[in-house]
Nanobody, 115 residues
Framework: QVRLVESGGGLVQAGGSLRLSCAASGSTLSINSMGWYRQAPGKQREMVAMITSGGSSYYADSVKGRFTISRDNTKNTAELQMNSLKLEDTAVYYC?????????WGQGTKVTVSS
């Protein structure tokens, strides 16, 4: 079992920055990849960024160059630095952890970008 707790969401003006954090607990040694997903109202959940245990990272085209994912395996944390935020980045952001073929999810943290 892996438990994920996100923090760092909030309200920010367009063009601003936010940093999301995800703390993992439980069977953290079994975690392979960690990632961030988001779900906007009326839309499906989508992958934003992910990072493997080896440090390789992947991004959705919509956030490339603006968001950076990082991971600290010693602290069992993953973070998402979000810069140059746009209105369309408004969503609930979820931390995810992959353990073999199973994905654990956090409860989500809301990010609202205002004009």
């Amino acid at each position: 079992q892996v438990r994920l707790v996100e923090s760092g969401g909030g309200l920010v003006q367009a063009g601003g920055s936010l940093r999301l954090s995800c703390a993992a607990s439980g069977s953290t040694l079994s975690i392979n990849s960690m990632g961030w997903y988001r779900q906007a109202p009326g839309k499906q959940r989508e992958m934003v960024a992910m990072i493997t245990s080896g440090g390789s990272s992947y991004y959705a085209d919509s956030v490339k160059g603006r968001f950076t994912i990082s991971r600290d395996n010693t602290k069992n944390t993953a973070e998402l630095q979000m810069n140059s935020l746009k209105l369309e980045d408004t969503a609930v952001y979820y931390c995810a952890a992959g353990v073999r073929s199973y994905t654990y999810w956090g409860q989500g943290t809301k990010v609202t970008v205002s004009s």
